[in-house]
């Protein structure tokens, strides 16, 4: 990224919009694989904002709704995995839609990022786990670059602004950073999720019935159009624009996604979330989300679901990918912090029940 560029002032939104993310993530990433210091210090790593943080809630993503619906697979995946996913007619899906802040109380604006965690039990009783973000590729291809990411894209006190020159290191250590960079500065805000594709980002192995291992990566793309808005149009929107509209959405009819798989070819990089695979690659619709209704986290079945997306049934194999293990380990470490919090009776808002005294 040029001298140029770094003081553009679409670019210090995005970094902005960046160092949130980060924030967000990072630590949590760090402090869960152990790849920080000692477990005390790790721990002083982990980003609970606001202080205290309401007891109950995950720690990043804490802001979301669940959701029901039904998977429909068309059986284009049959031939390159047995997962029974692709053969049963309908599927039961546990899910949630959720923003990229930590807070559960923060305003919809006050990120660009958005999520969707699923849950596919099939009669089989094996699960699919999955997390999806609206980003198509990660940042940097370790864990570690988060954490630098984070350090880089900090605000520094005197101006309000990333230290042009911490960045120009960052991206020295991490350049393939620089694309992501550029995507966030020109990408537009998401107006609502109905409209919003969701990735996977990281890379899994689909395996079929003679043992061969095709590595793919997918998308949720969506029926319903895009809606972007504009930095003003964010500023002006209702504390819970993007929880309000999918609600509105759904009181008039379901909403779809179609699970799109993309299939690598042979040197596409795998164990690398950093790295987009060329848009040429084959893309199979492997089925269909249909979304019927959202309930309240509170109330509904997705507040005691870790949706690690490392866990996947027989059929389909994790990666190698560095990223893939990091989230794993985050999301355990927030689902067993809330569920202590629950299970002491303190996470009064988070489980919509009176606290134990």
Same mark, same amino acid.
């Given at each position: ?58 720690? $990043?993503? /804490? ?8 998977? @429909? %697979?068309?059986?284009?995946? *049959? #031939?390159? +995995?047995? =997962? ?124 079929? $019935?003679? /043992? ?8 949720? @793309? %969506?029926?319903?159009?895009? *809606? #972007?808005? +504009?930095? =003003? ?125």
């Amino acid at each position: 990224m040029s001298k140029r560029e770094l003081t553009s002032k679409r670019t210090w939104g995005a970094l902005a919009a960046i160092a949130v993310v980060a924030g967000a993530l990072t630590s949590a990433f760090a402090w869960a694989a152990g790849w920080i210091g000692s477990r005390t210090t790790s721990v002083s790593l982990v980003s609970e904002t606001p202080q205290p943080f309401p007891p109950g809630f995950r720690r $990043a993503h /804490g802001k979301g709704v669940c959701f029901a619906g039904t998977f @429909r %697979p068309d059986r284009a995946a *049959v #031939p390159l +995995s047995t =997962a029974r996913v692709f053969t049963q007619p309908d599927i039961p899906v546990v899910g949630r839609l959720s923003i990229g802040t930590g807070s559960p109380y923060a305003a919809d604006s006050s990120t660009t990022t958005l999520s969707m965690a699923l849950l596919l039990t099939t009669d089989d009783k094996q699960q699919w786990r999955m997390a999806m973000n609206n980003q198509p590729y990660f940042p940097t291809h370790e864990p570690e670059g988060f954490l630098a990411m984070q350090q880089a894209t900090a605000p520094d006190p005197a101006t309000g602004r990333a230290d042009p020159a911490r960045v120009s290191a960052f991206l020295k250590a991490y350049p393939e950073a620089e694309k992501f960079m550029k995507w966030a500065a020109r990408e537009p805000a998401p107006g609502s999720f109905a409209g919003a594709t969701f990735y996977s980002v990281n890379a899994f192995y689909l395996v079929a $019935a003679d /043992g061969h291992r095709q590595p793919v990566r997918w998308m949720m @793309r %969506p029926h319903d159009p895009f *809606v #972007p808005v +504009s930095d =003003a149009q964010r500023q002006q929107a209702d504390h819970d624009f993007l929880f309000e509209g999918v609600r509105e959405r759904l009181a008039r009819k379901p909403l779809y996604w179609d699970y799109v798989l993309q299939l690598a070819r042979p040197g596409d990089p795998v164990d690398d979330a950093s790295q987009p695979w060329p848009a040429d690659r084959k893309q199979l619709v492997a089925g269909t989300l249909e979304m019927t209704r959202v309930v309240e986290q509170a109330e509904g079945a997705c507040r005691d679901i870790n949706f690690d997306p490392s866990i996947v049934p027989a059929g389909v194999e994790v990666s190698n990918d560095p990223i893939l293990n990091a989230r794993s380990g985050a999301y355990s470490h927030s689902f067993n912090r809330r569920e202590r919090e629950i299970g002491y009776g303190k996470a009064t808002e988070a489980v919509g029940k009176q606290e134990v005294k």
